[in-house]
Structures are given as C-alpha cells and as structure tokens.
C-alpha cells in the first residue's frame, strides 16, 4: 500500500500521536498491534509532512488567468457571430466590440488559441447565390453515381495564365530578426510576362491545347469560336463518343461561341456557375505551376520565348496516372458539394 493510500482515519490518527510524542516506528508498530493493519514508517512520515488528515491538491502557481470561462465564452460568440467578425483583427476586437473586457488583443489571442481558434490566409472562393447553390447541388446529385466510364466521356477544357513564378504562398525558415536577411528576401518583380495557355483532356489522355497568342489580346466569343472551337470539333471527330465540358466564361456562353459549336454539332454538357472545384483540370494548372518552380525555381523570370518553352514541358510533363486520378476523385467531389448542399468544398 503506497503512503497516499492510507485513509482520512488512519491519517488523523497519525498525526495524533505524532504530536502526543510518539516516533514513526513507534506509531507503525501501534499500528500493527492495537489496529491490526500495516501502516509503513514512509506512511507515517507522509501523513506527518502532510500536516492535514485531508491534504489541499496542489493548484496552478502561476497569474490568475485574467479572463473567466463566461468572458472567453462571449469572445468566442462573437468571433462566430458573422463574417465581418472573423475578419477583424485581434487589436480591434480589444479596442472596439470587445472594449468592455477591458483586455488587449494578445489576452483575446491567447483566449482564442486556447478554443483551437488561429489567423489563417483566408481561402478565395467565388460567390455563389442560392440560386447558384440549388443548381451545383442538383449537378453532384445527377452525377455522383456515374462510373469512370461514364467520366472518361468528357472532354474537360480550361484557361490558366502561366508567369513561371510562384504561385503559392513562400514561407521561409528564419530566426527573429533575420527578415531582412538576403535570403529570406522575396523579390517584388512588377508587370511580370505571362502567357495564356488553353488545354483540355479526356480519359487519362490529353486533348488539343493552345498557346494564346500576345496579338490576339484577350479570350472573347469571336476568338474564342475562331482558334479554340475548330481544335475542340477536331479533336470530338476523332472521338465521337466525348461531350464537351466548359465553363460559363462570357468567351465561352457568347451567343457566337455558342452557335460555332451548335453548326459543329459538338455536344456539351451542362455545367453548373461558379463550380471550378468540379473541374479536374483545374487540378492540372496547379500540378504543372508546381513543376515549373520545382524545375526552374519560384525566382527565375522568363521572357516570352522562354515561357513558351516552358509551358509546353509543364503539359508534356503531366503524368496519365495523374488525369486518371483526377477522374477517379469526381464521385468524391460531388458528394463533397451534396455535404455542403452546394456551398464550397475543399478541391
């Protein structure tokens, strides 16, 4: 029996005849003769240091916390009270709707940090209306038991514009103080050159594709029907089986870019707004940024020959297990959008 184990009783009893004069040993052998039970000489002395029958747990020896589980309560209500709340910052919240706790925006960070709550780079989304809701939902339930078969008969197309930069966000590993080390510097280029790239796949291979072309200025209905349309019509002729999918991009819903295809009698499937996280090849843009910056490095600058090239290798490069693993993701992308009842989802 360890010495915490001794009961309230035998404790008090300890401490009684501790204090009438008897010693450890001799309140042990008391014990084992008048009580008929083993108290250890270590017992006793812990009973004694104790100096309680019933001891005080040790608490926190550190500051009183200077906000109360209410006050952290209300903190955390209104932070998911709306969205212009999770938008402001810390020192704000102190200084204006939560003045009243009369704390700083650290003590109201170091709060928050404590309910899981952390500043985060917020996700941008495109807005959706209910409308808008309503038709992704009904698009991810008629489509989420489709097989891969069913998949493989479309023929998905989209735009990206490639600078060869960074295009995510770089963190770097540095020390305090170190921000303006040189190389933990990230250069600001201005104006940087970029090149719009148009390409599309089918299955686990890839379609027709295109490098938009600086005179052609910008992607509109008539450019659209004229340099990208034919290579789409092409493309379904040696495929009859495929359905073209594309956005609602005003270069691709334009009554001329509609009418090209209708002429062509290309078949396109409905496509919900605002839905690019239903688009696979959307997946692809990013896989060849990566491989750009993994090549070439996130800081090179290239000139528009140069980014030609380089673009080219980036969709030559796009593996067919990664388009077939993007096919296989589809169910999983509309039951993502069934669970949000249409709202965002993750991809």
């Known amino acids: 029996m360890r010495s915490q184990e001794l009961t309230r009783d035998q404790r008090l009893e300890v401490l009684t005849l501790h204090r009438a004069g008897f010693t450890c040993k001799a309140i042990s052998d008391y014990f084992k003769e008048k009580r008929s039970c083993l108290v250890t000489i270590r017992q006793c002395q812990w009973a004694i240091n104790a100096g309680h029958p019933t001891p005080q747990k040790k608490g926190h020896n550190g500051r009183k916390a200077l906000l109360s589980k209410e006050q952290i309560d209300k903190i955390e209500a209104y932070i998911c009270s709306s969205k212009a709340a999770r938008f402001t910052s810390f020192l704000r919240l102190a200084t204006g709707p939560l003045a009243d706790l009369q704390v700083s925006g650290d003590c109201i960070r170091k709060a928050l940090y404590?309910?899981?709550y952390r500043r985060y780079i917020a996700h941008q989304k495109p807005p959706l209306s209910e409308e808008n809701r309503r038709l992704r939902l009904a698009w991810a339930q008629e489509h989420r038991n489709w097989t891969l078969?069913?998949?493989?008969?479309i023929?998905?197309?989209?735009e990206t514009w490639v600078t060869g930069a960074r295009h995510r966000k770089q963190w770097v590993t540095r020390k305090q103080g170190?921000?303006?080390?040189p190389d933990c510097i990230m250069e600001k280029i201005q104006r940087r050159k970029g090149w719009m790239f148009w390409g599309s796949f089918a299955g686990g291979e890839k379609g027709p594709c295109l490098f938009w072309e600086k005179e052609w200025k910008s992607i509109n209905q008539d450019s659209y029907a004229e340099r990208i349309v034919p290579l789409i019509?092409?493309?379904?002729?040696l495929n009859p089986h495929l359905f073209l999918m594309q956005d609602n991009a005003p270069g691709h819903a334009g009554k001329v870019a509609q009418e090209e295809l209708f002429e062509r009698g290309i078949r396109i499937i409905f496509w919900p707004p605002y839905s690019p996280d239903l688009n696979p090849i959307e997946t692809v843009w990013n896989w060849m940024k990566d491989w750009i910056e993994a090549m070439y490095g996130f800081d090179k600058v290239f000139n528009y020959d140069e980014l030609r090239k380089v673009v080219k290798e980036a969709w030559e490069a796009v593996p067919r297990e990664k388009l077939m693993e993007l096919l296989e993701s589809m169910p999983q992308r509309c039951q993502d959008v069934i669970d949000a009842e249409g709202g965002f989802t993750k991809w």
């Open 233 to 237: 019509h092409g493309w379904i002729r």
């Open 114 to 116: 404590k309910r899981g």
């Open 155 to 158: 023929l998905w197309t989209d």
């Open 149 to 153: 078969k069913d998949w493989f008969q």
């Open 178 to 181: 170190e921000e303006l080390h």
